[in-house]
């Protein structure tokens, strides 16, 4: 008989977890977590998921700020689902919305359509912000992915691919290349060319993390520890 301490984990040694926030109630996203995943957040009090896509342990908010304080961890009859009941940090989705789960879905005939529902009321300047913010991040985190699959599966026409493939002197003189660009846009061209350059700049310097086998979530933390 399954024990209330018992949690199953799938093949690929996972278990479904749906985050819900404690003050509304409302489903804030589903994610999976690892042993270790669950066993850092119920030790630390902060929610910890396994990425599929990246195939490493992620802190919720790591990079974009918007944290996961966890009240409660519930488990359900069967033992393969996790309920997390936190208190939420800006909002919980990628895109910006406060929850994951903000499209309807409606039958059209025989089409399955999912819509956005209509906005809630306009947010404080900060809060826009603070989405904005959110949204930026989670640009940064879907890049920091791609970079890393193109670590494990290289691809053919593919910029990153030839990058990382010429190896470290090369990624060290385009860093150097496009670190030139900046100041020179900054100094002589408008703003518009610094926001080119200086995006230039910082993609190439993600590369050259990956290739190096540097967790770019490792500057983020350095960032917040100076914060501090």
Known sequence: MLQADEVVFDAAGLVTVVA???????????????REALQRTLATGEAWYWSRSRRRLWRKGE??????????VRLDCDGDAVVLTVDQTGPACHTGHATCFYRSVTLDGARIRAEAQPAGPVASPGAAARTARGAASAVLDELISVLEERVRAPRAGSYTSALLTEGLARLN????????EVIRAARKETPARLVE????????TLVLLVHQGVDPARVFDELA???G
């Open 197 to 204: 350059e200086a995006a230039d700049l910082w993609y190439h």
């Open 173 to 180: 003189e385009k860093v150097m290349e496009e670190a030139a």
């Open 63 to 72: 990079a974009s700020g918007h944290t996961q304080h966890v009240r409660a």
């Open 20 to 34: 819900q926030d404690a003050s509304t109630g409302a489903v804030l996203m589903v994610a999976y977590m690892n």
């Open 225 to 227: 520890k100076r914060r």
